[in-house]
């Protein structure tokens, strides 16, 4: 089967770093998406991942570890602008993505 | 470049009923991936079309039906609604199948089953 975890709600302070997690157990994996998402809106691309390690990409940053199933995102500087959800998907042969239930973000002041 | 394009944005209808959403991927795309999403369920993957064949199903019940058209677009109909098929239904589209394929998702359709 395939199952993916992450937290179901985090709350932040503004210029503060967060690490969101996700784990992953499923077959065929070919890479891991972050997406971010608005409320009412559409996801965003926020960061790929395929080779074990860390991508950054200004103020944000993900992990992957292939062997342990298991990813962050990483958001430092936070702003106001970032609450919304951020969604964990996998990539499987044959581009079947696997969404995880999202975390929701809150940042306070 | 444009977006990709869903129509229409909101619809309500009533069970029994059958509907059928449109999307147009961007230009160039030839991969187009459909999802419902729910509060309770998040996003869950319907199916993906690439170049008009069908390459991919999630576990939904036959009553969820797609095709894609010469022209990289795409429908997806669902026939007899059901209250619980109340969702956001989202199309992605993406250039290539395979790989790493970055999705670009639409705005989406929100169905309101009475």
């Known amino acids: 089967g395939q199952n993916i975890d992450q937290p179901t709600e985090m709350t932040a302070t503004e210029g503060a770093i967060v690490q969101i997690n996700c784990t992953y157990q499923t077959s065929g994996f070919n890479g891991l998406f972050w997406y971010q998402q608005h409320a009412g809106e559409a996801p965003t691309f926020l960061s790929y991942n395929v080779l074990d390690g860390l991508e950054e990409k200004g103020r944000f940053s993900s992990f992957l570890s292939r062997s342990k199933g298991y990813s962050y995102l990483l958001l430092k500087e936070l702003q106001m602008k970032d609450s919304a959800s951020y969604l964990c998907?996998?990539?499987?042969?044959?581009?079947?993505?696997?969404f995880g239930p999202g975390t929701r973000l809150s940042v306070l002041p | 470049k444009a977006g990709v394009t869903q129509t229409p944005r909101y619809l309500i209808k009533t069970r029994g009923q059958q509907v059928t959403l449109s999307c147009s991927p961007i230009?160039?795309?030839?991969?187009v991936s459909w999802y419902q999403q729910t509060p309770g369920q998040g996003l869950q993957f319907l199916f993906e079309?690439?170049?008009?064949?069908?390459?991919n199903k999630g576990n939904f019940p036959g009553r969820f039906s797609g095709r894609q058209f010469s022209n990289s677009r795409s429908e997806m109909n669902v026939s007899t609604l059901e209250l619980g098929d109340s969702a956001l239904y989202l199309c992605?589209?993406?250039?290539?199948?395979?790989?790493?394929?970055?999705?670009?998702f639409g705005p989406g359709t929100r169905l309101t089953v009475l």
């Open positions: 998907a996998v990539e499987r042969y044959g581009q079947n993505f696997v």
């Open positions: 230009s160039g795309h030839r991969s």
């Open positions: 079309y690439f170049s008009e064949t069908q390459r």
């Open positions: 992605a589209s993406s250039l290539h199948q395979g790989g790493s394929n970055e999705q670009f």
